[in-house]
Nanobody
Framework: QVQLVESGGGLVQAGGSLRLSCAASGRMFSRDIMAWFRQAPGKEREFVAACSRSAGVTKYADSVKGRFTISRDNAKNTVYLQMNSLKPEDTAVYYC?????????????????WGQGTQVTVSS
């Protein structure tokens, strides 16, 4: 079993920055994907970014490209999401997700483990 614990959310003004962290514990393998999704009020959960363990390959949603950076520290089994130039439309609950394998999926149904979520609020 893999458990995920997120941290780092909060309130920030538009144009500001935040860094989210997600620590994984439990049974890990040499190939896995850690990702971030988000869900705004009244909207469906959407893909934000993903990063592979084996090659460090990343994938981003178009809405965050150039502003957000996903990275991971495999020794700590932790993934980070550096969010810069934040906009009010980035306001959402951000979830960390985990799946085994190498495929950088943007489909939430392909992730088997989820964190509890952390709130990010961007004021205008």
């Amino acid at each position: 079993q893999v458990q995920l614990v997120e941290s780092g959310g909060g309130l920030v003004q538009a144009g500001g920055s935040l860094r989210l962290s997600c620590a994984a514990s439990g049974r890990m393998f040499s190939r896995d994907i850690m990702a971030w999704f988000r869900q705004a009020p009244g909207k469906e959960r959407e893909f934000v970014a993903a990063c592979s363990r084996s090659a460090g390959v990343t994938k981003y949603a178009d809405s965050v490209k150039g502003r957000f950076t996903i990275s991971r520290d495999n020794a700590k089994n932790t993934v980070y999401l550096q969010m810069n130039s934040l906009k009010p439309e980035d306001t959402a609950v951000y979830y960390c997700a985990f799946r085994y394998g190498d495929y950088l999926s943007s489909n939430e149904n392909e992730y088997g483990k989820w964190g509890q979520g952390t709130q990010v609020t961007v004021s205008s």
